[in-house]
């Protein structure tokens, strides 16, 4: 495995703003009662004025704080390695690389947005932020934070993973959190589910629904999301900022850059910089690949159309690709891919044409993750394994052809908190779910009445 390595000097010094470049402008936000365009100001009870800011930037480029750089420097720049023991034994002409984020201290890309979320808030003196997590990757990140700026973290965990990955749990009473259940007792959105389904195993839009409520009952608390919105895509460009300069290192450029896909976030951190290449016209060749879960297929089968980020309706209308804010996803082991819909940014350009999309098994999934950890040595997270699974795919397609082709994707987190999964798995005991088209059509037909786009 060669790895190509920044140094600290070359850490960005700004992210990246993909909102002056879009090619069409994007749809605004909607405010969810009036349905009217979303201002600055009706988000100023959820989060600092700082983030509000950028969520609303026509700016292409934003300075990252020097505090904010220097803890990234903790883990950043993050290696770009290249998967050549995997190409021998795929007998692929296709270059395989991958930017490897399970380095940071929480093993995810998560601390690139959790470190300046919690450190605006540290400096407008918000006492406590709240958050929902999936699988866990979040939860985690956003407590490592606020450890480092003595902020308290309220984490509201799916239920399925909460039972299913008990260590998360234990990484964030570490970092000092405190971590519930969702649903729980604690919120009236979590009461009104449990009050349908005792037994319901949560849901990211259920969790996002607590943790908004409980932000909006306290003068001295503010929310932090994980995911989708353009401030969270924002702080992740810092990772294909990097990779763009590793392949100026390596001399080379991928072909088709290919990231996994829950919120968006992920995905956009990594593309969006190269994205930048292709909408300029450098680089119009180049393909863009999401990876999802075919228990929550928002991108191959979800509607492009106004709705919530959170089951009880509470935040501002998002324009984006989604199976409906009341759908429920099956315990798959990705929890960080059973949000119900994405990043609007993301959504506009896939609605364009400019990112392709396809969805996976997880039986399939943890297959090509236990031959990646057979070949590359690591053990990865579930969501990543979904990116591999479609790099993989496109080196077996350049085999097929004979053409050589550079593969970029997104190693968005360790596996190391989801051996029970892999266990699961290598037992012959883990599940595919493929969502019947009858559930979808009933999520679909619960879309707020802002419509279709």
Known sequence: MKKFILTEDELPRQWYNILPDLPAPLPPYLHPV????????????LLPQAVIEQEFSPERWIDIPEQVRDIYRMWRPSPLCRADRLEKALDTPAKIYFKFEGVSPAGSHKPNTAIPQVYYNAREGVRRVTTETGAGQWGSALSFAGSLFDVAVTVYMVRASYEQKPYRRSLMHTWGAEVFASPSERTQAGRDILAKDAESPGSLGIAISEAVEDALAHDDTRFALGSAMNHVVLHQTVIGLEARRQFELAG?????????????????????????????GERPGTRFVAAEPTACPTLTRGAYAYDYPDAAGLGPLLPMRTVGHGFMPAPIHAGGLRFHGDAPTMCALHD???????????????????????????VIAPESAHALRGAVQEALAAKETGEERTILFGLSGHGHFDLAAYDSYLA??????????????AALSELPKAGRL
């Not at 896909?261 to 300029?280: E, Y």
């Not at 090509?368 to 950890?373: G, L, N, S, T």
């Not at 012959?428 to 009858?438: A, F, N, R, V």
């Open 428 to 441: 012959g005991k883990l599940e595919d779910y493929t969502i019947p088209q009858s559930q979808l059509e």
């Open 34 to 45: 009036t349905y009217e365009p979303l201002r600055p100001e009706d988000l100023a009870a």
């Open 252 to 280: 080379d450029y991928p072909d088709v850059v290919i990231g996994c896909v829950g919120g968006g976030s992920n995905f956009s951190g990594l593309a969006f910089p190269f994205m930048a290449d292709r909408l300029s």
């Open 352 to 378: 364009k044409g400019y990112i392709e999309a396809r969805a996976y098994e997880q039986t399939e999934v943890f297959a090509e993750a236990v031959r990646f950890a057979r070949h590359e040595g690591f």
